[in-house]
């Protein structure tokens, strides 16, 4: 199916600007740039811009033409949680939007479930992607509730088990990668570029961006019709940056309202080559090599969506810092012993990062992080040692803990 079947969107390069009829097999420009989505007329309106809960809520903002073809299982309308506990400064309120609480536990299913739907427009039998764990987790579930093929490419022995469970017991076809993310991705858009029966559905395809911008929708809805000061989230590939920045600039240029969020993009140490591209003030991302950290999801040293993202962070007025693992940990550690939150590493490094900006964001302001995923699914960062929990076998020794 033609995208001009679509009415009013149109499909074209991020970098050079050509215009496509249809996304080309490896959902990347002839260019080498990123493709995006743009509605260029017939805007959602006050009265008709939500017609329902999650990510379908929002479908007059998004590029589907037959309803019926839609795979879903739910996604999107997370909560936004108040911050009780942890303070970040004078007045200032924190918001967590607790991502982990979508079908297969992070952020990936908002834009898995509306690329799963255009595979289906299309006719596509499998899809395929690389993955650090959630787009593989959430790619074998739309493909089982779609009725279509999944394989998934992991980089060897380094995806959370949590993952790696979910990507098989969804019956999806798992291969693994000598070498890292980066690697696996090379390899599947190499082997992804002449073969119309697959269907990408990494960060790379501009469809999966539309579903994830639906969580700025709900921020703004969420916080009764306003816009945070402050948006903060890792940023691993780039493309949920991208994507909230889209879903709040359109809300502006549709009129709900004037001001946009500043957006912080937090990567790891180990893994920051935005970060470096952006203090350094240069216009080309230099790809890091081997990149590490205990934030398995954002373990990325060659951000596809790169140049989204600067231009996300640059227009909004936002900045892009790293924090170590030490502090990743910390942040994972405070929010789900203080809040009740338990999200996995790469969640909390907008935690981290809050913490070290906490003097230099002014009082009073609104701040939203991102919490993309559940710490259900990588468990093997928190050390514990069974073997020293205390041990009883009557009610008297259980006395000597109460
Ligand atoms: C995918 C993912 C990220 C990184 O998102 P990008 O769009 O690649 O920047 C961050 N956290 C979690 C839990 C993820 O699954
Ligand atoms: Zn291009």
């Known amino acids: 199916m033609l995208l001009r079947d679509h009415e009013n969107w149109l499909l ?99 834009g898995m479930t509306v690329a799963v739907t255009r595979a289906k427009e299309i006719g596509a039998k499998t899809l395929v992607c690389a993955s650090t764990g959630n787009t593989s987790a959430s790619a074998s579930a739309y493909a089982a509730r779609g009725g279509m093929k999944a394989v998934v490419l992991v980089p060897a022995g380094k995806i959370a088990g949590g993952k790696l469970v979910q990507a098989i017991v969804h019956g999806a076809k798992v291969i693994r990668v000598s070498g890292d993310f980066d690697r696996a991705l090379e390899l599947m858009m190499q082997e992804a570029k002449d073969r ?131 502090e990743i940990l910390a942040a994972q550690r405070n929010l789900a012993s203080r809040e009740g939150i338990f999200v996995e590493p790469a969640s909390a490094a907008p935690l981290a990062a809050i913490e070290r900006l906490k003097d230099s964001l002014p009082r009073g302001s609104i701040v939203v992080a991102i919490a993309t995923g559940s710490g259900l699914k990588d468990q093997g960062v928190v050390k514990v040692d069974s073997e020293k929990l205390p041990l009883i076998s009557d009610a008297r020794e259980l006395e000597d803990y109460l």
Do not use: H
């Open 12 to 110: 074209r390069c991020f970098d050079c600007g050509r215009e496509y009829d249809r996304e080309p097999v490896s959902s990347r420009c002839e260019c080498g740039g990123v493709l995006e989505l743009v509605l260029t007329d017939g805007f959602p309106r006050a009265g008709d811009f939500r017609s329902g809960r999650g990510v379908w809520g929002y479908s007059k903002a998004l590029p589907v033409s037959d309803e019926s073809k839609i795979v879903t299982i739910n996604e999107g309308n997370t909560p936004l949680i108040m911050a009780e506990n942890i303070r970040v400064s004078e007045r200032t309120e924190l918001f967590i939007k607790n991502e982990g609480q979508n079908p297969t536990g992070s952020f990936k299913d908002r």
């Open 196 to 326: 119309e029966e697959l269907y990408v559905v990494n960060s790379i395809n501009p469809f999966r961006i539309e579903g994830q911008k639906t969580g700025a929708f709900e921020i703004f809805e969420q916080l009764g019709s306003k816009v945070p000061d402050y948006v903060i989230l890792p940023v691993g590939n780039a493309g949920n940056i991208s994507a909230y920045w889209k879903g709040f600039s359109e809300l502006k240029r549709w009129g709900f309202t004037d001001k946009t969020p500043r957006m912080i993009g937090v990567q790891a140490a180990g893994a920051s080559p935005l970060v470096q591209l952006f203090q350094s003030g240069k216009d080309r991302l230099v790809r890091w090599d081997n990149p590490e950290t205990v934030a398995s999801a954002i373990r990325i040293g060659n951000p596809v969506s790169w140049r989204k993202a600067l231009d996300a962070v640059n227009a909004s007025g936002g900045q892009l810092l790293s924090v170590t693992d030490e």
